[in-house]
């Protein structure tokens, strides 16, 4: 791990460099990747390679957005506390801002007339998130056994309609990786029985997470009180969600239609939004929390987006200090290749229902979808170019009928 550096120039240039990349980071999880490689193992140098691999890995293993996730740890690595939240902060807000305003837009102008710009963005929603399960498919349900997990995991999700399914699909799929993925632990077996010392400060982050996750269902049934409902839903899926990203998809179409009576219409036009914006993609939440009332709608954005980041923050500050050992555990490198594959069933279940059902409702809707896959998957457009597509495909449409 690199040296810890808490001087105000290191603060200036977290702030400078991460304002940047909030503003300019297109592309989805993978490219913000491949963004703070360039801009901080290669320009900056603030971290070596191997840094680098390893925080991705740590990034890997933890539930929320692994994106976000690796920005608040080389925060921490540049600034500790302070530097994490300004990295996570200012990563976050231009896309948090952006997404405000488009519920406001929507919310201010929605009616038949702009009916046909919601379809434009549900249908490039669909195409989005069709080409991440294929594309994580082709990377973690490449053998027979990765698929059937995958397969699997998407009948339970489509056939059983219980909110925490998909938990107890990772869990389960966990345990059994550690069974039938043995080669994995190989090469590291030496290592099972490692000892690990785990920092007060982790053990209170640790902690920390866990007491939320448990409590505050409790408190927001006993008080009813909606910002604490949102707050409570919101964490609950930062919390739960592994893969980051289109996985959160279900735990939120499930919260926010279902319990706070957010139209699905709402609901996707906003997803498809969240594509074409800068940063990450959990800043959808901004959104959603200020879909939920238009009285509060600022108190219940602000509410929403740091209630679905706030267990990444905890489990970064807890897991940092720690990884150097726990890496070391092969039963992680197993199991983790059962989580991967049951996240691509749970992926593709959400593609399915929902998206793709409340989406394409005619074979002008499929074949416009089935158009921007090509141009996405093959001829390798961004996907901010395919929200534009979509929505002026529709607008065209609309206008020459």
């Known amino acids: 791990m690199q040296k810890i550096d808490s001087s105000s120039s290191a603060f200036k240039e977290i702030i400078l460099s991460f304002l940047k990349l909030g503003l300019t980071s297109f592309g989805g999880p993978i490219a913000h990747i491949g963004y703070f490689h ?28 692994a994106s976000s996730q690796l920005g608040m740890a080389i925060g921490y690595i540049r600034g500790k506390f302070w530097g994490s939240l300004i990295a996570w902060l200012l990563f976050t807000l231009p896309s948090a801002i952006l997404m405000l305003a488009v519920y406001i837009g929507i919310s201010g102008f929605a009616n038949d007339k702009t009916e046909f710009i919601i379809q434009g963005l549900q249908i490039a929603a669909v195409t989005i998130v069709l080409h991440a399960v294929a594309n994580m498919a082709i990377r973690f349900s490449n053998t027979a056994a990765k698929a059937s997990i995958s397969v699997f995991t998407m009948v339970a999700c489509i056939l059983i309609p219980f909110t925490f399914l998909q938990v107890i699909l990772i869990l389960l799929s966990g345990i059994l990786g550690k069974f039938i993925f043995t080669e994995a632990e190989s090469a590291d077996a030496n290592t099972a029985n490692a000892s690990v010392k785990i920092p007060k400060s982790s053990i209170v982050m640790f902690v920390l997470f866990f007491m939320l996750l448990l409590l505050l269902p409790i408190f927001s049934r006993i008080y009813e009180n909606t910002s604490l409902s949102i707050f409570e839903s919101f964490y609950t899926a930062g919390s739960l969600v592994f893969g980051g990203g289109h996985v959160v998809l279900p735990f939120l179409e499930s919260e926010v239609v279902s319990r706070f009576g957010v139209s699905q219409d709402v609901f996707m036009a906003g997803y498809g939004a969240a594509q074409a914006v800068p940063g990450p993609l959990f ?4 959104y959603l929390g200020a879909a939920v009332t238009k009285e509060y709608m600022y108190l219940h954005s602000s509410l929403a987006l740091t209630a679905i980041f706030l267990p990444s923050f905890l489990l970064i500050l807890a897991a940092l200090p720690v990884w150097e050992k726990w890496k070391s555990y092969a039963f992680m490198k ?7 594959a049951c996240v691509v069933g749970i992926l593709a279940a959400a593609l399915y229902q929902p998206i793709w059902s409340h989406s394409i409702r005619n074979k002008e809707d499929f074949s416009l979808m089935v158009l921007l896959f090509l141009a996405l998957q093959f001829w390798k457009l961004p996907s901010w170019s395919v929200i534009i597509l979509a929505v002026g495909v529709k607008t065209a449409f609309h206008f020459i009928s």
């Open 334 to 340: 197993s199991a983790m290749i059962a989580i991967n």
């Open 38 to 65: 360039h801009e901080f193992v290669i320009k900056k140098k603030w971290i070596d390679e191997k840094t680098f691999v390893e925080l991705t890995a740590l990034c890997q293993f933890l539930p929320g957005p």
């Open 283 to 286: 800043a959808f939440s901004s």
